[in-house]
């Protein structure tokens, strides 16, 4: 028995995954995958690690069968909210690898009407994300929603910041009407904060029912 051979049912599987990447074994790599069964943690961290390195790396016929041996083991994937997870995942990497129609088809008309409702402007999410020139035309599901959650998340860090250096009392003495002006300033920040995390990842939301 090799000195360095992995054995797969007592290791780690995040760290297979990135020894066989390292090496640029990518037919072991997906064996690995393969042979464990999903969950949300350390084999969905070992599919990142596995579709990052093999979308820089592969070309040609071995790019080709990368990507449709990852197709295959996503659509096999019982959990399909999680295999869901997996293609926003691998928009998020920036990955080119096509995972398949594993997510909602919308457009960019359904995205603004979802927009709408929740009264985000449309020249607001094109800051965040990549939209198709028609109207018509489908948008990118998975990269729209990790847009849309990585946009939730800025707003909350923002929230946590202004709430650390707020008093301790401003909002009972907001109630009693004993704030100052910069504390009310801070205070209107947060929601206004709080309120936009809350609509981002609600479109998100929507876009995967």
């Known amino acids: ?3 360095d ?3 797969l049912e007592y290791t780690r599987i995040t760290d297979d ?6 090496r640029r074994d990518f037919p072991r790599a997906v064996n690995v ?3 464990r069964s999903p969950d949300a943690r350390r084999w969905r961290s070992a599919f990142r690690t596995v579709i990052s390195a093999g979308d820089q790396t592969l070309d040609g016929a071995r790019r080709q069968w990368f990507a449709a041996a990852l197709r295959e083991l996503v659509a096999h994937v019982p959990d399909r909210r999680l295999a869901g997870e997996l293609v926003i995942d691998a928009a998020g990497s920036g990955s080119q690898v ?3 129609p594993v997510l909602p088809l919308w457009t960019a008309r359904d995205l603004w009407s979802h927009a709408d409702h929740l009264e985000l402007p449309m020249a607001w999410i094109a800051q965040v994300t990549t939209l198709p020139r028609s109207i018509r035309a489908p948008i990118d599901t998975a990269r729209v929603v990790f847009d849309c ?3 939730a998340e800025a707003h909350r860090g923002c929230a946590h910041v202004l709430a650390s250096v707020l008093p301790d009392t401003a909002i009972i003495d907001e109630a009693h009407g ?3 002006a910069p504390t009310r300033e801070a205070l209107d920040a947060l929601r206004a904060h709080q309120d936009s995390a809350r609509r981002w990842r609600e479109l998100a939301h929507r876009l995967l029912s």
Do not use: K
């Open 1 to 3: 028995m090799s000195a």
């Open 5 to 7: 051979r992995l054995d």
């Open 17 to 22: 995954a990135s020894i066989l990447c390292r």
């Open 33 to 35: 995958l393969q042979r």
């Open 98 to 100: 096509d995972l398949g």
């Open 149 to 151: 959650r990585r946009t």
């Open 178 to 180: 004993g704030v100052d």
